[in-house]
């Protein structure tokens, strides 16, 4: 162990370590607001992938008139749906056959809860978001063709508590979901890409 005397520290730059805490924080925060962004959407759609596998419309009922006591009985007496509903829901549009709509409703919901899972915990974040963008594209474009044919359908996206919405609040859902999952999918790409 020898020690020279006359060994000097180098200096410490304490402007560049200030600089390096400020650029720091003003990273932290865009990154706060997409974290935020990412626990919304993911759990929006793992929400909607729960509601279309278990019966929650007492339960959304309950919620929505504020009778949390209710609402939380209804926790005990949750049911599984039945996926033959979603089916008949999907099959409304019209556009795929029977058996390629059993299978979706049986499909689906499970995707849409992986995905939102792969946004909260960002594991394969990057192809969970390919994957919702595209199902939110597909489904506007099949809700507007079915309008548009003059196709009454109703909506299995969140189960059935969302079956009386009217086209706009669909679209502007739909659009707004769509909004959120690109600009995570922009977001993405520039973190990656610095």
């Given amino acids: 162990m020898n020690q ?7 200096p410490l730059d304490v402007e560049a370590s ?3 805490t400020t650029s720091n924080i003003k990273h932290r925060t865009p990154n706060i607001l997409w974290r935020i962004i990412d626990l919304i959407v993911g ?6 992938g729960i509601a279309k596998i278990l019966n929650l419309d007492q339960l959304i009922a309950d919620l929505q ?13 949750l049911s599984v749906a ?4 979603f089916a008949h829901d999907i099959n ?5 056959p029977w058996i390629v709509s059993v299978a979706l409703a049986f499909y689906l919901p499970w995707l849409e809860i992986f995905c939102g899972l792969g946004l ?6 990057r192809g969970a978001l390919s994957i919702l963008i595209a ?3 597909v489904f506007t474009l099949a809700t507007i063709a079915a309008k548009v044919r003059g196709l009454d359908i109703t909506c299995g996206c969140f189960g059935h508590a969302s079956q009386h919405w009217s086209l706009p609040a669909h679209l502007a859902t739909n659009l707004a979901i769509l909004a959120a999952l690109v600009l995570l999918w922009v977001s993405s790409r520039s973190t990656k890409a610095s």
Wanted: aromatic residues 14%; without cysteine.
């Fill in 4 to 10: 020279t005397p006359n060994a000097q520290h180098p």
């Fill in 135 to 137: 199902l939110i594209v």
């Fill in 92 to 96: 409304n549009f019209r556009i795929l």
């Fill in 120 to 125: 909260v915990f960002r594991v394969l974040y």
């Fill in 43 to 48: 759990a929006l759609f793992i929400f909607a």
């Fill in 18 to 20: 200030a600089d390096r």
């Fill in 65 to 77: 008139h504020l009778r949390f006591a209710s609402a939380f009985a209804d926790l005990g007496n």
């Fill in 82 to 85: 039945d996926p033959a509903e």
